[in-house]
């Protein structure tokens, strides 16, 4: 037995976990948490580039000829003619670079195109740009330069909806990315193991692991190198990309050089370095994510459910900083990349989850101590309870039901005490059961006796909550008596003693709040309503004839529930304790639907307004 309670308290302590990661596959399905991904993309080479975690360096073979300001300045406004070009390459003869990327299209005839082709042709490791228009058709380079080359790469890219550059292509429609054409043309006959292309695929593309910020990459101005200002052997060998920096052409942003933007060339030379070392970004498969928010929210929530509130608060704390830890070193030392994100999310998630299943049964249990309505309301005041330490009291109209076992006294002397605790909390459970099932409050058990409420509400008071509260006053007190006689047919079978009952039930003013002092408070309703119900209840044993349900309720009352319960006048009574007389009527029961109300009624308090019993 002790197993199974194991098993049913383990699989309770996980359900806010299951529901928790349930939510966070949902969101991540739906694409809810792409955007906070993507931040948590941005914040990982952040905290590389702080120095908290080992940094990395840019492959040493890349290099930049940058067109930049100065260029400009020298050579005038871009585009230029194609000799600059071929004048570059002729810089670049004595001691050639292992491979020269130009991510520039040359699609257009230009002034001296063939002393660029046989540039172009004489270096014999030159690769040229491709790339597509709006409407999809290519745009290749001239055909005298394309034969020339050694190679053509495409320059296509989309950055993602906020701006930031975070995957490349390295293949589109079947044509490799410029890198990867330049580290083919590089590598030769021993190529590294590089993606290849997949049949059918328009695009392929592979996460960027941005190194360093982009001015960390080894640069030289076109005009330097043109000029010779650049050591001869500051290239050689080199895998060398060609392409404009100037302010204003061809810019991005990168996780680590928003502001300002840095040039599309930068982007190519990440994607060289990142086949070349083998260190592009690996995100986690979705099908592993969804496991992974899965096993998250199952531990977690096992972990939570069995913690006091300091250490949920501290886990609550922790853990965002545990998890961004855990991925950040993934980052930094696998070039793994696990999302951020949905797993904090799930965690947060998860111990929301717990926190609502703790409420749900703190308040059931607190409900078996004050009356459901009462833990609604302290739940529903929780601010005014909080800073007052005790519910706001009101003054309100309510009904009121006193009821308690006729000759108690007698019998519980006829009986041990644990002969009277098992008998009697059987009757106690009855008859509030029928109490809450009508909602009704249990203000309270006074040994045998019981003092309910119907009618309180802190959704404003109406006529229709005052009726309401009469009606279901009735309809619990004739409920009572149908269970009642149902008990005592157990106490028979038992050997038990029958009980006998007497209810009074009246409506008018009270004031409900919470009495007592601040170690000790009780929600309670105070007021001459409760007194004149109280003694309804004691007038039962004298009021004998035409009573069947033993119920008296006051004319107040009965003002309320007249179209729904039949009642007959009892007397015009002056109750001890009161100078007032109060017209008594006795519960008869529910009265048909279709039977029309007797008129004899309304006039019982002028035919029996003489009649006077002290009490």
Known sequence: MSRVRRFVAATQAVIPGAVGAALAIGIWQWGGWQPWEEMGYNYLFQIRESGILPQAIWDETIAIIAID????????????????????LQALEPSPPAVIGFDLLFIDPGERDTEFADAIAQAENVVLATAWDEQGKILEPLAELKQASASVGQIWHNPDPDGIS??????????????????????GDKPKSLPQPISGKQQQSIWLNWIQKAEALPTYSFADVVEGKVAPDALADKLVLVGVTATGIDTLRSPLNKKPPISGVYLHGTLIDNLRQSRQLQP??????????????????????????????????????????????????????????????TGLLTLAGVQLREKHQLMTLFETYVAPKTAQLIWQQQGPVCSLDAIPSQQTTA??????????????????PAEVYSWLNPYLETMTNCIMDHDGIVDKYIGDAIMAVFGVSNEGLTSE??????????????????????????????????????????????MAGSLGSKRRLNYSVVGDTVNVASRLQSLNKKVTNNNPHHILITSSTYEYVRDRYQAMPIQSLKLRGREQKTLIYSVLGQKPQTQPQPGFYTQSADVLSSLQIFL
């Not at 400009?72 to 003619?81: A, I, N, R, T």
């Not at 009904?399 to 041990?416: A, P, V």
């Not at 279901?472 to 006998?500: D, S, T, V, W, Y």
């Open 69 to 88: 300001n100065a260029s400009l300045e020298k050579y005038g406004s871009f585009p230029w003619s194609r000799d600059r070009y071929a004048q570059l």
């Open 465 to 510: 909550t005052i009726r309401d509260g009469a009606l279901n006053a009735i309809a619990a007190c004739l409920e009572m008596n149908h269970c009642l006689a149902l008990l005592n047919q157990r106490f028979q079978q038992e050997g038990k003693p029958l009980i006998e009952v007497g209810i009074g039930v009246h409506t008018g003013l009270v």
């Open 399 to 416: 009904t009121i039901l006193f009821m308690d076992i006729r000759g108690f006294t007698t019998i519980s002397e006829r009986m041990t």
């Open 284 to 345: 986690l498969a979705e099908p592993l994510i969804l496991l992974l928010l899965l096993l998250l929210g199952l531990g977690l929530s096992w972990v939570l459910s069995n913690q006091g509130i300091k250490s949920r608060i501290a886990i609550a704390l922790l853990f965002p900083v545990i998890w961004l830890g855990i991925a950040a070193a993934a980052f930094s030392y696998d070039h793994l990349w696990l999302p951020i994100a949905a797993p904090i999310g």
């Open 166 to 187: 975070r995957r490349a292509a390295v293949f589109t429609k079947g044509i490799p990315g410029l890198g990867v054409a330049m580290i083919q043309v590089a590598d």
